[in-house]
């Protein structure tokens, strides 16, 4: 059975941190991208973090600096370390998979194997 799980969302005040994981099973973080995505109320879904199977990562210009995307093989698990959290992070944040991917693009078309997310709210 193919699913991945988030966890570690809150709520902080802005400048705090938050650590989210991912969960993966019936699949291989190792391989093809993977990626963070969020959405906010009323807003589309949009990416946030990507990584690929050689570790190589991109981010979307909002986050630069102050997030790292990450993934432990062995546990096949992605993570999402959050720094210097701000107001405009509040989102409902989710994980995905690309088997095919070979660039870290931002098109939510192009993965599968969502996870029902994990809220982070950042409070000023």
């Known amino acids: 059975q193919v699913h991945s799980v988030e966890s570690g969302g809150g709520s902080v005040q802005a400048g705090g941190s938050l650590r989210l994981s991912c969960a993966a099973s019936?699949?291989?973080?190792?391989?093809?991208?993977m990626g963070w995505f969020r959405q906010a109320p009323g807003k589309d879904r949009e990416g946030v973090a990507t990584i690929g199977s050689d570790g190589s990562a991109m981010y979307t210009d909002s986050v630069k600096g102050r997030f790292t995307i990450s993934k432990d093989n062995a546990k096949n698990t992605l993570y999402l370390q959050m720094n210097t959290l701000k107001p405009e992070d509040t989102a409902m944040y989710y994980c995905?998979?690309?088997?095919?991917?070979?660039?870290?693009?931002?098109?939510?078309?192009?993965?599968?194997?969502w996870g029902q997310g994990t809220q982070v709210t950042v409070s000023s």
């Open positions: 995905a998979y690309c088997s095919w991917c070979t660039r870290g693009y931002f098109i939510t078309a192009w993965y599968d194997y």
């Open positions: 019936g699949y291989h973080v190792s391989s093809g991208y």
